[in-house]
């Protein structure tokens, strides 16, 4: 098994690992205990093991229009559902263009992304009340944001890059589910997923000026040379997050950055933009069992 740098998070001290790593077979996966203690979903987050994709995809790889063969990233996809107990074909896979905007995903939906076209675009988030259908979203550095509501059955999935996260897509997904599933903030379990860190987020003032008013302090630090800075994305989706009234003790935060660890998660930065993509997946079971 690959050693693993865990970075700690000082806005969020529990016992245990909020991010714990699991095998299938020649697979390996992370998920989040808090989130399997709802009882009425699956989810996972990919890493690079496991797959069947060769060179800078290698080998858990999810993304079809960077190069990689179609084949290979299809039976990655099978390798997933097996664990999640879905096909591909009951997939629905987002349009990721940094937006907050969010689709209700129904029936009609299943395989889109995947093994159908998309007749979608500009959506970085998914949620559905519907068992059996599998939410997918994309990440090489960006946070994965996970949303389940026991009380009314119903999931959230979202992609959240710093563009996302200034524009609080976290909330914006907690009321979405308000409005489509009655979904109360305070009934909600969130997980913030693996992502660059703080240490490795280096962004100009363009970037930190739009969080600086914003957020409290610890959000932007200075950097390591004059007009840089270091962001911390983990922090500010967890303030985004808790002020949409999820309470922090159903708020999971990752220790794992992507970009500390190159050969065992997908990272943008630490590849110079030569990698694959890892997934995120969510899916809800059907009541009475997950």
């Not at 063969?69 to 896979?93: F, H, I, S, W």
């Not at 609080?168 to 979405?176: D, K, S």
């Not at 007009?227 to 922090?235: P, S, T």
């Amino acid at each position: 098994m690959i050693q693993i740098r865990r970075t700690a998070h000082t806005a969020v001290k529990r016992e245990g690992a909020a991010v714990e790593r699991n095998v299938a077979g020649e697979m390996e996966y992370l998920t989040f205990p808090l989130l399997e203690k709802t009882g009425v979903a699956r989810h996972l987050f990919t890493t690079r093991l496991g797959g069947v994709s060769r060179g800078e995809f290698a080998a858990m790889n999810f993304s079809v229009d960077r190069g990689d063969r179609r084949e290979c990233v299809l039976e990655n996809y099978r390798r997933v559902g097996e664990v999640l107990k879905c096909a591909p074909e009951d997939m629905t896979a987002s349009c990721q263009t940094h937006t907050t905007n969010i689709r209700r995903v129904t029936s009609a939906d299943r395989g889109k992304g995947i093994v159908r076209p998309r007749d979608y675009g500009d959506v970085d988030g998914l949620m559905t009340n519907e068992p059996g259908l599998a939410l997918v979203t994309f990440y090489a550095d960006c946070v994965p944001l996970y949303f389940v509501d026991p009380v009314n059955r119903a999931i959230g999935l979202a992609h959240s890059g710093w563009r996302g996260t200034a524009e609080g897509m976290g909330e914006c997904m907690v009321q979405a589910m308000g409005r489509c599933f009655g979904s109360r903030p305070g009934e909600l379990y969130a997980a913030i997923g693996p992502s660059i860190c703080r240490e490795c987020y280096e962004v100009g003032e363009d970037v930190a000026s739009r969080f600086g008013d914003r957020f409290g302090e610890g959000v932007v630090l200075p950097g390591r040379e004059p007009g840089k800075y270091q962001l911390d994305l983990w922090l500010a989706n967890l303030e985004i997050l808790k002020r949409a009234g999820v309470p922090e003790e159903q708020i999971a935060v990752t220790d794992i950055c992507t970009c500390h660890n190159p050969d065992y998660l997908f990272s943008h930065r630490a590849s110079g933009g030569r990698r694959g993509n890892m997934g995120a997946f969510l899916a809800l079971g059907q009541a009475g069992e997950t």
